[in-house]
């Protein structure tokens, strides 16, 4: 029911969401994720840690997934949320996720990138704006009685293994998980690529990872290099990229049969 009203609700912008996903000039892991679920028999519940403007969790909104949206730089929660004023399935939530339940925890953000907004001062351009509070996952899926997620996506600057250990595994284990790696801003906080990728193995998925060339400057275009299935090594020890994993076998064979026609079209 909820489908079919969006799509009256939105109209012409439902088109050109559909435009932007269909004519990407730079792959985006998320469209990949997006063509896996978007027929598969799951519930249709995504948490976006990180939303920033909107762009990972835009085709699942349009296509009348339940998003929970977490955002805590201001700037980017108000475009967010100017973005998903007539989305009436996005909730959107100022705290910040971590693997604990704090108050007043420093915040920082870049007049260099919108993008690099952390709980960690990683760039010369950080500034503290103020503080915010974190939840965990496991109290966030409590306080709205989430027992089945289909889609997170972890995007947190330096903190996604931390968000990772907040989750409720037992009650709650997401169909697809898609979280950063970045060992020069993770390394200080005490863990590595492997250290988050060997993570989500343990709890039963399969990992394929898509790392990306180092980046030049942040805020700038960056590049992508490859596709490979975990355990494997980075190509260069100052990438960054992103970890999709999933629960099972199909699914991890749709994911690398999506990803080939990622690779025709973005490969070198």
Not at 83 to 88: A, E, S, T, V, W
Not at 208 to 213: D, G, I, K, Y
Request: charged share 25%.
């Amino acid at each position: 029911m909820l489908k079919p009203i969006l799509k009256r609700i939105l109209g012409p912008q439902l088109k050109r969401s559909i435009k932007k996903f269909l004519g990407r000039q730079q792959l985006e892991e998320v469209d990949l994720i997006y063509g896996c679920l978007k027929d598969d028999n799951i519930a249709k519940v995504m948490v976006d840690v990180g939303g920033h403007h909107g762009g990972s969790l835009e085709c699942f909104a349009f296509d009348g997934w339940r998003i929970y949206a977490f955002e805590p730089d201001p700037k980017n929660r108000a475009i967010l949320k100017s973005f998903c004023q007539n989305m009436p399935n996005v909730s959107i939530d100022s705290r910040a996720v971590s693997n604990q339940d704090e108050n007043e925890k420093p915040f920082f953000n870049s007049n260099v990138s919108s993008g690099i907004s952390s709980l960690s001062s990683f760039h010369t351009s950080h500034k503290q704006v103020g503080t915010v509070s974190t939840v965990t996952l496991t109290t966030f899926f409590q306080e709205n009685n989430i027992s089945n997620v289909g889609f997170l996506k972890i995007d947190t600057e330096g903190h996604d293994l931390f968000v990772l250990k907040g989750v409720p595994w037992k009650d709650v284990m997401p169909e697809v998980v898609l979280c950063e790696f970045e060992d020069r801003k993770t390394v200080p906080l005490g863990y590595d690529f492997n250290d988050m990728a060997s993570f989500l193995v343990d709890k039963g998925y399969q990992v394929l990872v898509s790392e990306w060339f180092p980046i030049i400057e942040y805020g700038s275009r960056h590049r992508w290099r490859r596709f490979a299935k975990y355990p494997c090594k980075l190509q260069d020890e100052n990438a960054w990229g992103n970890i999709i994993a999933v629960k099972d076998d199909v699914r991890m064979q749709n994911i690398l049969r999506l990803s080939e026609i990622f690779l025709k079209r973005f490969g070198d």
